[in-house]
């Protein structure tokens, strides 16, 4: 009896700590919208039970004439933006395709056009996703145009953080705030992976499995699509860095170890091209001191 009476005390004591664990879940405390008047770029930092927006102090100010080859989609996104930036009706927007394409650049690249506008990015984790509720009914009301970030979103099987995202996209019962939209960015055109047991039948319906996986990329309003570069716009982007960059080198030669370095990468897009003109200018800065040295 000595024994379970122990035994019933540890039970008792684990019960008491579940209880503070699952009904200890503080609110979100209130926001001082002062604080969009001095950042324009925010990320949510989840604290213990709750989360809160934190201002990122050297945002990524990208700048959108730097993006070559990809240009219906960056106007497309411009305009939706533009359209809920001066309070027009405007879409939840889903970019997605190959990687290194500038689909995060596209998104934090707004900001340099419509951060003067009173728009404000805030950048969410996948895995904050189910504070999403909680974020958005904290913005509601606040005098400034918000979208929240969400990149390299994805799910895998058995994850259930992605119906909270369907919920916020559309089909909740507590009603969007008009001043936020949700961007996200994904290599997966559906966002949930397609196994080949969704087609073999395992369910008895297996067409409602396979309608529930493509249901959350559908309540994104705008999908935009950024395809695999090919040589000639890959070429495109590394003249067109080089030319801003104003490097030493003629157009031949550029081009030649551009191929090659794009061979060695097994890969042509936009971030390799980037790191291909970041490698060279380093190369052609240490040539150039190398031979101030041997000139002295």
Request: contains cysteine.
């Amino acid at each position: 009896m000595e024994n379970w009476d122990r035994i019933i005390d540890k039970m008792d004591r684990l019960l008491d700590k579940a209880e503070g664990i699952l009904y200890d879940v503080s609110p979100a405390p209130a926001i001082d919208s002062g604080i969009f008047e001095n950042y324009i770029a925010f990320r949510w930092v989840k604290r213990k039970n709750t989360g809160t927006i934190v201002p990122v102090e050297h945002p990524h100010l990208f700048d959108l004439d730097n993006l070559v080859g990809v240009d219906m989609a960056r106007d497309e996104l411009i305009r939706n933006t533009s359209q809920f930036v001066e309070g027009y009706p405007a879409n939840n927007v889903l970019l997605w395709g190959e990687r290194g394409t500038g689909k995060s650049s596209c998104v934090k690249g707004l900001l340099r056009i419509f951060a003067p506008l009173r728009m404000r990015l805030i950048e969410v984790q996948k895995n904050d996703l189910l504070s999403l509720t909680e974020i958005v009914r904290s913005l509601r009301g606040i005098p400034f145009r918000f979208v929240l970030f969400c990149d390299d979103l994805s799910f895998d099987e058995g994850e259930i953080s992605y119906r909270e995202l369907k919920a916020v996209l559309e089909g909740g019962i507590e009603q969007r705030p008009e001043n936020v939209l949700l961007y996200a960015t994904s290599n997966r055109r559906h966002l949930m992976p397609e196994l080949m047991d969704d087609n073999l039948g395992r369910e008895i319906h297996p067409e409602e499995a396979v309608s529930e996986k493509l249901s959350l990329a559908d309540r994104f309003g705008l999908n935009l699509s950024f395809y695999p570069f090919s040589q000639d716009t890959y070429l495109a982007v590394v003249e067109h860095y080089a030319e801003r960059m104003r490097l030493p080198i003629n157009k031949e030669t550029l081009r030649a170890d551009a191929l090659r370095w794009a061979l060695s990468k097994g890969q042509r897009s936009g971030r390799t091209a980037r790191q291909f003109i970041d490698d060279l200018a380093g190369r052609l800065k240490v040539r150039e001191h190398s031979d101030g040295k041997e000139h002295c």
